[in-house]
T-cell receptor, first 113, second 117 residues
Framework: GNSVTQMEGPVTLSEEAFLTINCTYTATGYPSLFWYVQYPGEGLQLLLK?????DKGSNKGFEATYRKETTSFHLEKGSVQVSDSAVYFC????????????FGTGTRLTVIP | GAVVSQHPSRVICKSGTSVKIECRSLDFQATTMFWYRQFPKQSLMLMATSNEGSKATYEQGVEKDKFLINHASLTLSTLTVTSAHPEDSSFYIC?????????????FGNGTRLTVT
């Protein structure tokens, strides 16, 4: 079956620190992979995605590379800001349609000045 | 950009009562909306797919008579938790995709925290 496992958190970092949030997946077939972000008081928003192996998704300084050999899609950012404080969800879907998303548990990131 | 409004954001109800959660697409039409649930320290799980003008499709293990879904218009889907029990306490989130736009991203509501006492 399909499932996503991500770093549980919470994660607390100082401003300008390097961020990694680990995400690994189990899937049948060839899934698409996503990172969603939920800022305080808002709905989930798509942060980035990758639809095939070795693709790199990037947005707002965040990056994640679809690694088929390690079934991973780790989220990274070189220098976090206070405004990056949010909950981050890793997710997969079968194919590119992203109708049925399988989510991880979410990782709360707090960035302190 | 596309916005999905979910209401209420928090609700506390007594065991045995019913609670209705609304999900509205504010500036687009959505033939399909999705309802998710997240228990503490667990993943967001898809509960059901809400289809405008037809019956909802429920995921395995989700009781359709307990979680009533109505999608009466292209901008509104409702989830009613009937005869709520404390084990129904959870975080419920809806999402919607813009009508007729292939591979458009899902737009999520802010979620509803339900507590059943």
């Amino acid at each position: 079956g399909n499932s996503v496992t991500q770093m549980e958190g919470p994660v607390t970092l100082s401003e300008e620190a390097f961020l990694t949030i680990n995400c690994t997946y189990t899937a049948t077939g060839y899934p698409s992979l996503f990172w969603y972000v939920q800022y305080p008081g808002e709905g989930l928003q798509l942060l980035l995605k990758a639809t095939k192996a070795d693709d790199k998704g990037s947005n707002k300084g965040f990056e994640a590379t679809y690694r088929k050999e390690t079934t991973s899609f780790h989220l990274e950012k070189g220098s976090v800001q206070v405004s990056d404080s949010a909950v981050y969800f890793c997710a997969l879907s079968e194919g590119t349609g992203a109708n049925n998303l399988f989510f991880g548990t979410g990782t709360r990131l707090t960035v302190i000045p | 950009g596309a916005v999905v409004s979910q209401h209420p954001s928090r609700v506390i109800c007594k065991s045995g009562t019913s609670v209705k959660i609304e999900c509205r697409s504010l500036d687009f039409q959505a033939t399909t909306m999705f309802w998710y649930r997240q228990f503490p320290k667990q993943s967001l799980m898809l509960m059901a797919t809400s289809n405008e003008g037809s019956k909802a499709t429920y995921e395995q293990g989700v009781e359709k008579d307990k979680f009533l879904i109505n999608h009466a218009s292209l901008t509104l889907s409702t989830l009613t938790v009937t005869s709520a029990h404390p084990e129904d306490s959870s975080f419920y989130i809806c999402s919607a995709r813009e009508r007729d736009i292939n591979n458009s991203p899902l737009h999520f509501g802010n979620g509803t925290r339900l507590t059943v006492t």
